[in-house]
């Protein structure tokens, strides 16, 4: 019996299409070019060493095996081997949890499900996400530090002046929309109308029970002079 | 006068004595530069296949796996960031020049612990019985005199329940591609190895010995006969390379 191209251990059936080796490996480069780094980062990943960790890319049928070591994570499709931890997850969702400081909602909403040891999953994704890359000292390995520095002032001014413009835009839109074209409400009036709604909700609610109330009574009137 | 045995070296036959000795001169030869010219000539798809054997392998932390004609140790590497501290990890070769090439390659990339370092003939191998989790051999086996005691070797340090691959260059499955692949072995490999090593004569040995090379199912067959069971292999780039796998159980 042989296989042509596409060794298919461990792999379901079910699972869809095998990510290409060549994609594989670049993906294998560029992850550990990406933790080297952040050499304190990459030190969050000590509790996961060895463990085969196994993702499930719903949607896509792909799968892709995890093995971190000290020296790298190894990245495969399929890893002819019991895996100690499968994450199942559409890639948005699987993305949000190993990025995102926190995973509780993905995992509690179900978009994200763990079978196995959970412990080696969290570990992961916490290392992943605590990630913290200085791209300034990254930069001036290269060009050397007044140069790196000088970069990284002119990106941190460009940030601020992005951050005030965008600011700016938006005060300017929430006037121009609500005060001169009246094509929304301003915040008090929005405030003032929820406030009118929930009164008329209790009113509503008060009148209701009185209702119920008194039709109770009516027809106990009504039973006492049968 | 008895006939003297004897076995082929590349297209050539030669004492079987004379075998190891010859190989040994080839990998002398391109110990220093083993690593580029690998990439050289596969285009760097070597390593694609390394990673095909790994995968196949199956390894879990703390096994212990014999990585056999480990040269520069590229399976090795890797076995041991996945068995970790509490596994084991032995890169063998007969070549001595390659060994060390390997192990000062392992050094300088901090991998220690795990690893150890054994100069063996992978005929006669220096372990006890039952012993290896997964035995491994990435482009040897061809380079071996005597295949089916090598082959008997990796099944009896194995453990019951262990599996042995056997990476190797192997017999294109299409006619069309077969041409082509000995256009590019005879004509291309041996420029290469003149330019990088200044040695056409080994890489001239480097694809005669591939054609001499079992094809797949004898090899499958050898892998039986040695014992091995749910024999199977994969082929890899329309079969220039084929990956083995047995179990002893």
Redesign the interface.
């Known amino acids: 019996?042989?296989?042509?191209?596409?060794?298919d251990?461990?792999r379901d059936p079910a699972a869809g299409f095998a990510i290409p080796?060549?994609l594989?490996?670049t993906i294998e480069a560029a992850l550990n070019q990406y933790i080297a780094l952040d050499p304190e980062g990459a030190r969050a990943f000590a509790p996961t060493?060895?463990?085969?960790i196994c993702i499930d890319i719903e949607g896509l049928g792909a799968r892709l095996?995890l093995?971190p070591?000290?020296?790298?994570v190894?990245v495969?499709?399929?890893?002819?081997?019991t895996p100690d931890c499968l994450i199942r997850g559409a890639p948005l969702a699987l993305l949000r949890m190993m990025t995102a400081g926190r995973k509780q909602s993905q995992l509690s909403s179900g978009a994200v499900r763990i079978e196995g040891d959970a412990a080696v999953a969290q570990a992961l994704s916490d290392a992943l996400a605590g990630l913290d890359v200085d791209w300034e000292e990254q930069l001036a390995r290269v060009l050397g530090d007044p140069i790196a520095n000088q970069i990284g002032r002119a990106v941190r001014a460009a940030g601020d002046w992005g951050g005030r413009t965008r600011e700016t835009a938006r005060a300017n839109l929430k006037e121009y929309l609500e005060e001169e074209s009246r094509l929304l409400p301003t915040r008090y009036e929005v405030d003032e109308f929820l406030r009118q709604v929930d009164t008329l909700r209790d009113d509503v609610e008060r009148l209701a029970a009185r209702i119920a109330r008194l039709a109770a009574h009516a027809d106990a009137e009504r039973g006492s002079l049968r | 006068m008895a006939e003297q045995e004897t076995t082929h070296f590349g297209y050539q036959q030669v004492p079987v004595e004379e075998k190891a000795v010859r190989v040994r001169e080839v990998f002398d030869s391109v110990a220093s530069r083993y690593d580029l010219m690998n990439d050289l000539m596969s285009l760097g798809i070597h390593r694609l296949w390394k990673r095909h054997a790994i995968a196949l392998a199956g390894v879990r932390r703390g096994q212990r796996v014999l990585d056999l004609a480990s040269g520069t140790g590229d399976l090795a590497a890797r076995f041991a960031g996945i068995v970790g501290p509490t596994g084991q990890v032995v890169m063998s070769d007969i070549n001595e020049a390659m060994l060390s090439r390997g192990r000062e390659r392992q050094l300088d990339q901090g991998r220690v612990g795990n690893l150890n370092y054994a100069l063996a003939n992978a005929e006669r191998l220096p372990f006890v019985g039952e012993h290896f989790d997964c035995v491994t051999i990435g482009f040897g086996l061809r380079n071996v005199t005597h295949k089916e005691w090598a082959i008997a070797e990796m099944y009896r340090v194995l453990r019951p329940g262990g599996r042995a691959l056997i990476l190797e260059f192997s017999h294109p499955t299409s006619k069309a591609f077969s041409r082509v692949y000995d256009l590019y072995s005879f004509n291309v490999l041996p420029i290469l190895g003149r330019l990088v090593t200044n040695d056409a004569e080994s890489y001239r040995y480097l694809a005669e010995s591939i054609r001499m090379h079992p094809d797949q199912e004898s090899l499958r067959t050898m892998m039986e006969g040695a014992g091995f069971e749910r024999c199977t292999y994969f082929n890899l780039t329309g079969g220039v390379v084929a990956i083995h796998r047995g179990y002893k159980l």
């Open positions: 019996m042989s296989d042509d191209e596409t060794p251990q461990g080796a060549g594989l490996a060493y060895g463990h085969i095996t093995i070591g000290p020296d790298r190894q495969f499709g399929a890893y002819d081997a």
